[in-house]
């Protein structure tokens, strides 16, 4: 079992950059890829990006490419996302999820919103 919190959402504006913290329990943390995904109210769940249990893969969602950057650090049973750039169309609630063949495991989500 592995709890998931979010934090660092806030309101910016268009240009700015905010890093999301994603913070979870358990002893197994090192052994579960963490995902981001985004969602608006009445929108599908978007992927945005993951990174591999040891951190050495990575993947982005293409709208955030060149923008986004997901880091870990399994000492700290913490994963991070940096936004930069943060345009208006990145507004949303964040959430973490953690897993190994599938996401199981899922966080409250945190808000970010992008002023413009």
């Known amino acids: 079992q592995v709890q998931l919190v979010e934090s660092g959402g806030g309101l910016v504006q268009a240009g700015g950059s905010l890093r999301l913290s994603c913070a979870a329990s358990g002893r197994t943390f090192s052994s579960y890829s963490i995902g981001w995904f985004r969602q608006n109210p009445g929108m599908g769940r978007e992927f945005v990006a993951d990174i591999s249990s040891s951190g050495a893969n990575t993947r982005y969602a293409d709208s955030v490419k060149g923008r986004f950057a997901i880091s870990r650090d399994n000492d700290k049973n913490t994963v991070y996302l940096q936004m930069n750039s943060l345009k208006p169309e990145d507004t949303a609630v964040y959430s973490c999820?953690?897993?190994?063949?599938?996401?199981?495991?899922w966080g409250q989500g945190t808000q970010v919103t992008v002023s413009s």
């Open positions: 999820a953690a897993g190994r063949a599938a996401y199981d495991f």
